[in-house]
């Protein structure tokens, strides 16, 4: 089944305390991206990657990283996690068409975050 | 910063009623994409429109696009309960880094059965 997969589902953690939420994707895509949802903001874009070793930031990228060393993965860092980063994760992925640049995206289920 | 905004925020009608929510942004775009959310869980792609359409069509779906007015609208004919969800409409910017993509705050749709 084609899909994208996101661990920890749900995660309660502590300030300072360095965590990674895991990406994968088993439809051979090129494109992959990070969004956090927060109420009343919508979906905002963390960090996105063309192809592998290719990352670039989205709007709100400060306290985060990312790294693309395989194509199916794409896992997102917290180096020292903050309680303004609670929120709910979702990783994505499609199908790069190149000049088309559809980017129709297949979302994974969601991690949700609580820094205390 | 978002790029499309929703309008209504919120919306409420009964089984059966067409549901319309609109998009506007604000610089000109490659595509214009609508997506629902259930709540709490991942989004899900519904249709795209090309910034050379002005319609599409898919299922009880239908999108329109104007970009002299820099605006989208989703129509769901014949809703269903199970349409409830939160509607969002994206954009990628004509001219951006390809891969930006910029997410309204999105319609939450109630349809009552």
């Known amino acids: 089944e084609a899909q994208v997969t996101q661990n920890p589902r749900y995660l309660i953690t502590v300030t300072g305390k360095k965590l990674t939420v895991t990406c994968s994707q088993n439809?051979?895509?090129?494109?992959m991206s990070w969004y956090r949802q927060d109420p009343g903001l919508g979906l905002r874009q963390i960090y996105y990657s063309m192809n592998v070793e290719v990352t670039d930031k989205g709007d709100v990228p400060e306290g985060y990283k990312v790294s693309r060393k395989e194509k199916r993965n794409f896992p997102l860092i917290l180096e020292s996690p903050s309680p303004n980063q609670t929120s709910l994760y979702f990783c994505?992925?499609?199908?790069?068409?190149?000049?088309?640049?559809?980017?129709?995206?297949?979302f994974g289920p969601g991690t949700r975050l609580t820094v205390t | 910063s978002q790029q499309g905004e929703e309008d209504p925020q919120a919306l409420s009608i009964q089984e059966g009623e067409n549901a319309t929510m609109n998009c506007s942004y604000k610089?000109?775009?490659?595509?214009l994409q609508w997506y629902r959310q259930n709540s709490g869980r991942g989004l899900v792609h519904l249709i795209l429109i090309r910034s050379n359409e002005r319609e599409k069509h898919s299922g009880r779906l239908r999108v329109t696009l104007d970009t002299s007015k820099k605006s989208s609208s989703l129509l769901i004919t014949a809703s269903r309960a199970a349409d409830t969800a939160s509607y969002f409409c994206v954009t990628i910017r004509r001219g951006s880094t390809l891969g930006r993509l910029y997410f309204g705050r999105g319609t939450q749709l109630t349809v009552w059965p």
């Open positions: 439809m051979n895509h090129e494109y």
């Open positions: 610089t000109s775009i490659n595509n």
């Open positions: 994505a992925s499609s199908l790069e068409r190149g000049g088309d640049s559809s980017y129709e995206q297949y």
